[in-house]
């Protein structure tokens, strides 16, 4: 079954507690990205990325950092989390480099820093 | 930088009736311009999109209009029903940059 996924699916943590999501998708996509989504704020885009080895940031990258070592596998890093990460996150993959294809996203993954 | 307005934030339209949804874009590269829906508890899924080179799509009780002139899009859903209860985005896409962005989404109450 073509997916995206996403792990853990809820987490609660404690500020400055390294902690890393994954994200894997088995569709051959080039194109991955992760959003937060918080209550009226809609859905911003963190990272993403064009193919391996080749990331830039969205909107709101600060305190995130991500790696594409390969292609099904985008993970997202808080190297030290802080409670104004608490939040919603989606990992979304789409067939090829560019925004401009159908984006599949994952289940989302609750994160609460306290 | 690049934005796009939804409006409205919340809407609750009588079933059968019909719905719409507004947005606007301030990057006139933009030429993608995809709608995802979102149910209670569950991930985004795209429902409809419109690139810049056609002004309107339509599939069954979706349709999308785009004006690039005004730099704005709309989401019409007719005959609406309870199933169509959800959190819709737009969002806009330049290929110059590879990004996409959304707006803050619309709240849809299907009255019974």
């Known amino acids: 079954e073509a997916q995206v996924t996403q792990n853990p699916r809820y987490l609660i943590t404690v500020t400055g507690k390294k902690l890393t999501v994954t994200c894997s998708q088995n569709?051959?996509?080039?194109?991955m990205s992760w959003y937060r989504q918080d209550p009226g704020l809609g859905l911003r885009q963190i990272y993403y990325?064009?193919?391996?080895?080749?990331?830039d940031k969205g909107d709101v990258p600060e305190g995130y950092k991500v790696s594409r070592k390969e292609k099904r596998n985008f993970p997202l890093i808080l190297e030290s989390p802080s409670p104004n990460q608490t939040s919603l996150y989606f990992c979304?993959?789409?067939?090829?480099?560019?925004?401009?294809?159908?984006?599949?996203f994952g289940p989302g993954t609750r994160l609460t820093v306290l | 930088g690049e934005n796009v307005e939804q409006h409205p934030s919340t809407l609750s339209v009588q079933e059968g009736d019909s719905a719409v949804i507004k947005c606007t874009y301030s990057d006139s590269a933009s030429n993608y311009f995809p709608w995802y829906k979102q149910e209670l508890g569950k991930r985004p899924q795209l429902i409809i999109d419109i690139r810049s080179n056609v002004g309107e799509k339509k599939d069954q009780r979706i349709a999308v209009t785009l004006n690039k002139t005004a730099k704005h899009f709309s989401l019409h859903i007719t005959e609406t029903q309870p199933e169509d209860s959800a959190v819709y985005f737009c969002a806009a896409a330049n290929p110059r940059h590879d990004k996409i962005i959304f707006g803050k989404g619309t709240r849809l109450h299907i009255l019974p």
């Open positions: 979304a993959s789409s067939l090829s480099a560019g925004s401009y294809n159908e984006q599949f």
């Open positions: 569709m051959n996509h080039e194109y």
């Open positions: 990325s064009m193919n391996v080895e080749v990331t």
